[in-house]
């Protein structure tokens, strides 16, 4: 059974930082892109980053661009988001996701195959 589990949200002020983590178990995401969405209460689940099977391209919302970075450790099938900065409009749960096949993954949620449950950020200004 493939899995993806969250880890590291919780509550925060304002300015503060967060490191999120992503395991995934039942198969390898080495050659999937990768990536991290979040849904704020009330709104559609939006996209906030992406980062290609190798590690080498990344793609960020502009809400979050210069705040946020995503990395990934194949080795260990992990994907991380450090979160910098965090400002209240970021509380939201935030979800990882692997391409739902390989090599493709984008900005779009249904370039995604398979998601976590998600982590809960919130942000207090």
């Known amino acids: 059974q493939v899995q993806l589990v969250e880890s590291g949200g919780g509550l925060v002020q304002a300015g503060g930082s967060l490191r999120l983590s992503c395991t995934a178990s039942g198969r390898s995401f080495s050659n999937y892109g990768m990536g991290w969405f979040r849904q704020a209460p009330g709104k559609e689940r939006e996209f906030v980053v992406v980062?290609?099977?190798?590690?080498?391209?990344?793609n960020y919302a502009d809400s979050v661009k210069g705040r946020f970075t995503i990395s990934r450790d194949n080795a260990k099938n992990a994907l991380y988001l450090q979160m910098n900065t965090l400002k209240p409009e970021d509380t939201a749960v935030y979800y990882c996701a692997a391409g739902r096949a390989p090599f493709t993954a984008g900005t779009s949620a249904n370039t995604y195959g398979y998601w976590g449950q998600g982590t809960q950020v919130t942000v207090s200004s």
């Open positions: 980062i290609s099977w190798s590690g080498g391209s990344t």
